[in-house]
């Protein structure tokens, strides 16, 4: 059925999205107005986008231009908030790259903020680094044939139709900057085969409406990226990053019918490969664990580790051998990419550190602890840490022995589960070994 979807999206995409190379735009539309109402949803305004054409840029007139975005709208975040332009049917391009499309979307530069400057609140790079690192993270997707939006690296020139004088950059010249193209949600939802979105009010669970296949390899792309900005209810009891209000974050699912549906992950711009680190780190894990000692490393190593207690062996080594294979386009796919020289390399150690991961038996399946209420404790005869979120979950990573005394061991634990994460009180289990008995560590998880 995947291969079918994957042929279908192969016969079905835009030319828009063919090429890698950065297109140039141009939009001309009342930003000040439409920025002034960010948190008014569905406020719109109407502009001009100038797409390539025979002899030049040719205008589309009336175009209708919406912000956005779960929280990019916010003041905090991006001055120069995300976009969708949608097309006016009666004027809908026929020919040429936009051919057959009614909408896209433009992942903007957000702001004009230093160069390794993250948003204080949710951790974004807001300036113009950002777009094209995550074009490469749509196409690196595609790449390794996991369902997500089609994209392209685009050059943009803003034209402000209602400029103010004395504001940074100049309003009253063209503001030009890197972009990220994305098609219309509609589009790739019809692409992948799928009749329509499933509102995240009607989805349940990946158990009852996702495939296996689809679902690991979904945990394991978002793994490869450095993204914990999702969620996607795996189980009724499943309560990793996600609650009842929010079953599918930053996940669109197409309803391909008879109950099934094919996620779509999309929104990486506070993916770490994007940004380069992740201002939380420290409040749920540590370099001390393990031998990378690289936050890329123990990201990677952190989100893989979780899909132990979700999959079944099999599962995960079907999914394991599914990426292992197309490793060399996705280096290729780096190398050909427009990136910015940090960005080229904070993507090659996110993807080293994938690699190196799963392609090891070893280094996939280490030890983590695998009996129940097992207790994490401060010294080897059992002083108190942590209260009563002692208890360390099955499938934890846990590190090499520290030291060893009769039947207890000092280790290294891994939150992979996120027991304790952002919990001041349990500081001392993310940051410096513990003692556990070594009767409840194994490697055979999950088991043969």
Not at 15 to 23: D, K, N, T, V
Not at 62 to 72: D, E, K, N, P
Not at 356 to 375: C, G, K, L, M, N
Not at 427 to 435: H, L, N
Request: net charge negative.
């Amino acid at each position: 059925m995947f291969e079918t979807l994957l042929l279908i999206a192969s016969l079905s995409s835009s030319s828009l999205f063919a090429g890698g190379e950065p297109l140039q735009l141009q939009l001309d539309a009342p930003f000040n107005d439409l920025f002034e109402h960010a948190r008014d949803d569905d406020y719109a305004v109407t502009g001009t986008l100038r797409i390539p054409g025979d002899g030049g840029l040719v205008a589309i007139d009336g175009v209708r231009i919406t912000l956005r975005g779960h929280t990019s709208k916010r003041e905090s975040e991006c001055a120069f908030p995300k976009l969708k332009v949608d097309f006016p049917r009666e004027t809908r391009p026929t020919t040429g790259l936009f051919a057959g499309l009614s909408s896209i979307k433009i992942g903007t530069h957000c702001g004009e903020a230093a160069a390794d400057h993250l948003t204080p609140r949710f951790g974004r790079l807001a300036n113009e680094r950002s777009p094209f690192r995550e074009a490469f993270v749509y196409r690196l997707l595609s790449a390794l044939e996991v369902p997500t939006f089609e994209a392209r690296p685009a050059r943009v020139t803003y034209r402000y139709t209602d400029a103010r004088p004395g504001q940074s950059p100049r309003q009253d010249q063209p503001v030009v900057r890197d972009a990220v193209l994305l098609e219309g949600t509609d589009e790739a939802v019809r692409r992948v085969g799928g009749q329509r979105t499933i509102d995240e009010n009607e989805f349940t669970t990946a158990q009852a409406q996702l495939s296996t296949a689809d679902t690991v390899r979904l945990a394991f792309a978002e793994a490869m990226i450095g993204n914990f900005d999702w969620c996607l209810k795996m189980t009724p009891r499943d309560a990793y990053r996600c609650d009842a209000r929010h079953p599918l974050w930053n996940i669109v699912a197409a309803d391909l019918g008879d109950g099934r549906a094919i996620p779509l992950l999309y929104d990486f711009d506070v993916a770490g490969i994007v940004t380069g680190r992740h201002p939380w780190f420290r409040d749920v894990f540590s370099t001390a664990f393990g031998s990378a000692g690289t936050e890329p490393a123990i990201e990677v190593t952190a989100q893989l580790q979780r899909t132990r207690a979700l999959f079944t062996r099999r599962d995960l080594d079907g999914a394991r051998t599914h990426f292992t294979q197309r490793k060399p386009q996705a280096y290729q796919l780096l190398a050909a990419a427009p990136l910015d020289a940090p960005g080229r390399a904070i993507a090659q150690q996110y993807l080293d550190s994938f690699y190196a991961e799963i392609e090891s038996d070893d280094h996939f399946y280490r030890p983590v602890v695998v009996a129940t209420d097992v207790q994490a404790q401060s010294t080897a005869d059992g002083g108190p840490i942590c209260g009563n979120l002692a208890v360390v979950p099955v499938g934890t990573p846990v590190g090499n022995p520290v030291q060893t005394v009769g039947t207890r061991v000092q280790v290294m634990l891994l939150d992979a589960l996120w027991q304790w994460a952002s919990r001041p009180a349990c500081a001392a289990v993310r940051r410096g070994p513990v003692w556990i008995d070594a009767s409840a560590i194994g490697r055979d998880f999950p088991a043969r």
